[in-house]
């Protein structure tokens, strides 16, 4: 109790502290690049259809009573015997076997659009609720919509009309009040939403049955009547034959303004690309040596941490993508306003515009923290561009969940990135619905080298996941007293190792069970971690004066060393505070400042060793990043001694040229942030300077690190072009690339938003093809060897960190 009392008075101290702070200072189809982005032909490889081989295809439906075509006002849908007034359906898979049915799409620029689609109306707002889920109950909603087999043909009515046996007439007409219609009923709607969400069951003699995902009612035919029924009755048809027709709407979509150009399709192999060919390594590359690289770093599925409201945008939507990437004002309020981290991390601009489909007016950019900037068709640009792997690491912070008054999803992390876990494989899925059926999309999850090799190989983007997290495993501590034990760790690792995780960070953004955590020197961010991690621990992070050989050139970030005085500490203190504030504004230094920069005293402690030996049991890639100084040269010291090779400093977090050429020279892997031009081709060369141990091709193998989603920026704008970039040809040659489209805007990579979003990669290294500035032909194609051989370096490292024995 007394824990928890301390905690929360750290967390409401924490809290005064940060807002005194902030108080101061058109439709686009399918590539069809990539195989089964959107099959022409329906059938299986048997020549059977199958409820997944008609996605985004073109298809009427036909029953033995008519059919399915538009009415007279051509605002509903009816029965005919004419086949020529039959209507072409667009069919949008939602999952797998679910589609939405839609019959027209008009918008005009800068507008969402409306769209017609076979459904279930809900004129009185009762089922759905303003996003298009459902929320009513499911018996009212059958009771209103009624069942086609409680209908009699009452040869009295006009016409011989079809009634329920109480009298109402059926088929698309509701009940009203004062002319204003309130019930619901089968008709045309005009956005997508779950009552427009059909399953497809297969029938017999190649005909489906199409009921509603809501209902589970059976879209029904009898007399010239279109209706639903919850039961199969003679007279009354509940199967459909679908058949190809043209003349269909595309459904809004991001086209990955990519196309091939050689039949083969995207480069799988290193000798098949001349840069690699050509090379003073050709002679060393294997048959089967994968080209591509890694993206060792990404939070792709970070749409659900820190309560689910921090960010806005989805990778992927039931609905599409003006659903995904719509308005970000429903978390981030009028004009931007509840955006704080985006607040606080553009220089204190407390408000930006929130349209996003289709317009984009604000976002995507590349420092727009809070807005989602990897759409899957945007990770599948990349993917055209030489991606071959990708690490989603789940991430979040508790303390900054429980700080944040906006939230849906639970801060406790043993539940969210168990959430991130399922929608990583639902978008999987939804990848695969798309593309016509399980495993046909390009998007794999994998959990072993083996995996990996084999899914690349068939022309497809292998996804790894990992965990990178400030209490991983609720192993967290206050007032230096642990927070879980031996067994627990054991007992949640098993489980995450059980779910597919392969990555894992000890330590992450705050101290914890395991040892200290390298500060964050960044403005604002740095600040509020500072202080979040007095409310997490119950204490300031403890810092001290660097050692000479830590740090670069590049950049100096604290880490660890040897206790203080207290006097000496509270200088420390004040010398941190001050480095955030001096960034701005301009203020007097308040204490003497440390020449090599502030470092974390705390190292790693005795449950941390343990941690980090039972990773090493699992065989799991052991990632050194965020971890103080003490933490990672322990860490190394384990590695070394055991001869395990599996460490990976992902993302350019270490800060300390010594350590990278110890984890180099352990066997480990670097992975760096991409920057422009001359920059990014030093940072990629700089890795051959390393005692490194795995080569490919004559290079060592950088990875990328981008980061996406995860409160950090993506490479700035390059500058002006001097000589015209677009279109251009990936590094393997095969695919051209012109300016990225989504919705009515125009990416280009000199618009002032840099690398704004994840498909934008392939852009920046091409232009850095492009833009030699001094560097010489040879630096630049050296640079692009190591990226583009990493993806064989990491699976080397992997295959070698599964084959270590203790």
Request: with cysteine.
């Given at each position: 109790m007394k824990r928890r009392f301390a905690r929360t008075a750290a967390a409401l101290c924490v809290m005064i502290f940060l807002s005194g702070l902030l108080a101061a200072c058109e439709a686009h189809g399918p590539s069809g690049v990539v195989p089964g982005d959107g099959p022409d032909d329906p059938s299986g490889p048997s020549g059977e259809q199958t409820i997944y081989s008609f996605a985004n295809g073109c298809y009427t439906l036909q029953s033995d009573s008519g059919y399915v075509a538009l009415d007279a006002s051509g605002a509903d849908y009816t029965l005919s015997d004419d086949a020529s007034k039959a209507v072409a359906f667009t069919m949008r898979p939602t999952a797998l076997g679910s589609y939405l049915l839609m019959s027209g799409y008009r918008r005009a620029a800068g507008e969402r659009g409306s769209k017609s689609l076979l459904g279930i109306r809900d004129p009185g707002g009762e089922f759905l609720d303003a996003a298009g889920n459902f929320i009513g109950e499911v018996g009212n909603l059958i009771a209103g919509v009624g069942d086609i087999t409680a209908i009699v043909l009452d040869p009295l009515a006009p016409g011989g009309g079809i009634i329920r046996e109480g009298g109402e007439v059926i088929g698309g007409v509701g009940g009203g009040i004062g002319g204003i219609d309130i019930d619901p009923s089968l008709a045309m709607v005009n956005e997508a939403n779950d009552l427009a969400v059909w399953n497809l069951l297969p029938a017999s003699n190649r005909r489906f049955s199409l009921t509603s995902a809501i209902t589970g009612q059976r879209l029904a035919a009898s007399h010239g009547i279109l209706a639903l029924t919850s039961a199969t009755t003679a007279g009354i048809d509940t199967e459909f034959k679908l058949a190809p027709t043209q003349g269909c709407a595309a459904y809004p979509e991001v086209d990955t303004n990519a196309q091939l150009i050689d039949k083969r399709g995207p480069a799988i192999y290193l000798r098949d690309v001349p840069l690699f060919a050509k090379s003073a390594g050709a002679s060393q590359i294997g048959a089967h040596d994968l080209y591509g690289y890694v993206d060792g770093h990404s939070h792709i599925t970070a749409y659900e941490f820190i309560g689910g409201r921090v960010n806005y945008g989805d990778p992927f939507h039931k609905f599409g993508v003006d659903h995904a990437l719509d308005d970000c004002e429903v978390n981030h309020g009028p004009q931007g306003i509840l955006g704080i981290v985006e607040t606080v991390t553009s220089g204190f601009n407390p408000v930006h515009e929130t349209k996003g489909w289709p317009s984009f007016n604000f976002w995507p950019r590349h420092d727009s923290l809070q807005h989602h900037q990897s759409y899957y068709k945007w990770i599948e640009r990349s993917y055209l561009g030489g991606l071959r792997l990708l690490v989603n690491h789940?991430?979040?912070?508790?303390?900054?969940?429980?700080?944040?008054?906006?939230?849906?999803?639970?801060?406790?992390?043993?539940?969210?990135?168990?959430?991130?876990?399922?929608?990583?494989?639902?978008?999987?899925?939804?990848?695969?619905?798309?593309?016509?059926?399980?495993?046909?999309?390009?998007?794999?999850?994998?959990?072993?080298?083996?995996?990996?090799?084999?899914?690349?190989?068939?022309?497809?983007?292998?996804?790894?996941?990992?965990?990178?997290?400030?209490?991983?495993?609720?192993?967290?501590?206050?007032?230096?007293?642990?927070?879980?034990t031996r067994e627990q760790i054991v007992e949640r690792l098993d489980a995450a190792y059980a779910a597919g995780i392969r990555h894992i960070f000890p330590i992450h953004k705050f101290d914890n069970a395991f040892g200290g955590v390298v500060p964050d020197e960044a403005l604002g961010i740095g600040t509020i971690l500072y202080a979040g991690n007095v409310a997490e621990t119950g204490h300031p992070i403890e810092f001290e004066a660097c050692p000479e050989s830590f740090g670069d050139d590049s950049a100096t970030r604290p880490d660890s060393a040897n206790p203080l005085g207290i006097i000496d500490q509270l200088l420390r203190q004040l010398e941190y505070i001050n480095g955030q504030l001096s960034q701005a504004m301009p203020i007097p230094p308040l204490a003497p400042s440390s020449e090599h920069g502030l470092c974390n005293k705390r190292g790693i402690t005795e449950l941390g060793q343990f941690f980090v030996q039972e990773l090493m049991r699992r065989r799991m890639f052991i990632e050194v990043d965020h971890s103080s100084l003490g933490v990672i040269d322990r860490i190394l010291e384990l590695a070394e001694n055991n001869g395990y090779p599996g460490l990976i400093s992902s993302h350019d977090w270490l800060y300390s040229e010594q350590l990278l050429d110890r984890l180099a020279a352990s066997g480990g892997m670097i992975g760096r942030f991409a920057s422009s031009r001359s920059g990014w081709v030093d940072r990629l060369i700089k890795v051959e300077d390393r005692p490194a141990r795995h080569r490919v091709a004559g290079v060592v193998g950088t990875g990328l690190a981008t980061d996406v989603n995860g409160i950090a920026s993506l490479p700035g704008n390059s500058g002006a072009a001097d000589t015209p970039l677009y279109p251009f040809t990936s590094v393997d040659g095969r695919v051209r690339f012109d300016r990225q489209v989504t919705g009515d805007h125009v990416f280009d990579l000199y618009d002032g938003r840099g690398v704004s979003h994840y498909g934008m990669y392939p852009d920046q290294i091409a232009d850095m093809q492009l833009h030699t500035d001094d560097r010489t032909p040879a630096q630049v194609d050296q640079a692009l060897r190591e990226l583009f051989s990493s993806a064989e370096v990491y699976l080397r490292l992997w295959e070698a960190t599964e084959a270590w024995k203790q």
């Amino acid at each position: 109790m007394k824990r928890r009392f301390a905690r929360t008075a750290a967390a409401l101290c924490v809290m005064i502290f940060l807002s005194g702070l902030l108080a101061a200072c058109e439709a686009h189809g399918p590539s069809g690049v990539v195989p089964g982005d959107g099959p022409d032909d329906p059938s299986g490889p048997s020549g059977e259809q199958t409820i997944y081989s008609f996605a985004n295809g073109c298809y009427t439906l036909q029953s033995d009573s008519g059919y399915v075509a538009l009415d007279a006002s051509g605002a509903d849908y009816t029965l005919s015997d004419d086949a020529s007034k039959a209507v072409a359906f667009t069919m949008r898979p939602t999952a797998l076997g679910s589609y939405l049915l839609m019959s027209g799409y008009r918008r005009a620029a800068g507008e969402r659009g409306s769209k017609s689609l076979l459904g279930i109306r809900d004129p009185g707002g009762e089922f759905l609720d303003a996003a298009g889920n459902f929320i009513g109950e499911v018996g009212n909603l059958i009771a209103g919509v009624g069942d086609i087999t409680a209908i009699v043909l009452d040869p009295l009515a006009p016409g011989g009309g079809i009634i329920r046996e109480g009298g109402e007439v059926i088929g698309g007409v509701g009940g009203g009040i004062g002319g204003i219609d309130i019930d619901p009923s089968l008709a045309m709607v005009n956005e997508a939403n779950d009552l427009a969400v059909w399953n497809l069951l297969p029938a017999s003699n190649r005909r489906f049955s199409l009921t509603s995902a809501i209902t589970g009612q059976r879209l029904a035919a009898s007399h010239g009547i279109l209706a639903l029924t919850s039961a199969t009755t003679a007279g009354i048809d509940t199967e459909f034959k679908l058949a190809p027709t043209q003349g269909c709407a595309a459904y809004p979509e991001v086209d990955t303004n990519a196309q091939l150009i050689d039949k083969r399709g995207p480069a799988i192999y290193l000798r098949d690309v001349p840069l690699f060919a050509k090379s003073a390594g050709a002679s060393q590359i294997g048959a089967h040596d994968l080209y591509g690289y890694v993206d060792g770093h990404s939070h792709i599925t970070a749409y659900e941490f820190i309560g689910g409201r921090v960010n806005y945008g989805d990778p992927f939507h039931k609905f599409g993508v003006d659903h995904a990437l719509d308005d970000c004002e429903v978390n981030h309020g009028p004009q931007g306003i509840l955006g704080i981290v985006e607040t606080v991390t553009s220089g204190f601009n407390p408000v930006h515009e929130t349209k996003g489909w289709p317009s984009f007016n604000f976002w995507p950019r590349h420092d727009s923290l809070q807005h989602h900037q990897s759409y899957y068709k945007w990770i599948e640009r990349s993917y055209l561009g030489g991606l071959r792997l990708l690490v989603n690491h789940y991430t979040g912070n508790e303390i900054l969940c429980q700080l944040n008054p906006q939230k849906q999803n639970d801060c406790h992390f043993e539940v969210n990135w168990r959430l991130q876990a399922q929608r990583l494989r639902e978008m999987q899925d939804y990848i695969d619905a798309q593309n016509g059926g399980p495993g046909k999309g390009w998007f794999r999850i994998v959990t072993s080298p083996a995996d990996a090799r084999r899914v690349i190989e068939s022309g497809k983007l292998a996804v790894v996941q990992g965990i990178e997290i400030s209490k991983i495993f609720d192993c967290g501590e206050f007032l230096d007293v642990p927070e879980c034990t031996r067994e627990q760790i054991v007992e949640r690792l098993d489980a995450a190792y059980a779910a597919g995780i392969r990555h894992i960070f000890p330590i992450h953004k705050f101290d914890n069970a395991f040892g200290g955590v390298v500060p964050d020197e960044a403005l604002g961010i740095g600040t509020i971690l500072y202080a979040g991690n007095v409310a997490e621990t119950g204490h300031p992070i403890e810092f001290e004066a660097c050692p000479e050989s830590f740090g670069d050139d590049s950049a100096t970030r604290p880490d660890s060393a040897n206790p203080l005085g207290i006097i000496d500490q509270l200088l420390r203190q004040l010398e941190y505070i001050n480095g955030q504030l001096s960034q701005a504004m301009p203020i007097p230094p308040l204490a003497p400042s440390s020449e090599h920069g502030l470092c974390n005293k705390r190292g790693i402690t005795e449950l941390g060793q343990f941690f980090v030996q039972e990773l090493m049991r699992r065989r799991m890639f052991i990632e050194v990043d965020h971890s103080s100084l003490g933490v990672i040269d322990r860490i190394l010291e384990l590695a070394e001694n055991n001869g395990y090779p599996g460490l990976i400093s992902s993302h350019d977090w270490l800060y300390s040229e010594q350590l990278l050429d110890r984890l180099a020279a352990s066997g480990g892997m670097i992975g760096r942030f991409a920057s422009s031009r001359s920059g990014w081709v030093d940072r990629l060369i700089k890795v051959e300077d390393r005692p490194a141990r795995h080569r490919v091709a004559g290079v060592v193998g950088t990875g990328l690190a981008t980061d996406v989603n995860g409160i950090a920026s993506l490479p700035g704008n390059s500058g002006a072009a001097d000589t015209p970039l677009y279109p251009f040809t990936s590094v393997d040659g095969r695919v051209r690339f012109d300016r990225q489209v989504t919705g009515d805007h125009v990416f280009d990579l000199y618009d002032g938003r840099g690398v704004s979003h994840y498909g934008m990669y392939p852009d920046q290294i091409a232009d850095m093809q492009l833009h030699t500035d001094d560097r010489t032909p040879a630096q630049v194609d050296q640079a692009l060897r190591e990226l583009f051989s990493s993806a064989e370096v990491y699976l080397r490292l992997w295959e070698a960190t599964e084959a270590w024995k203790q």
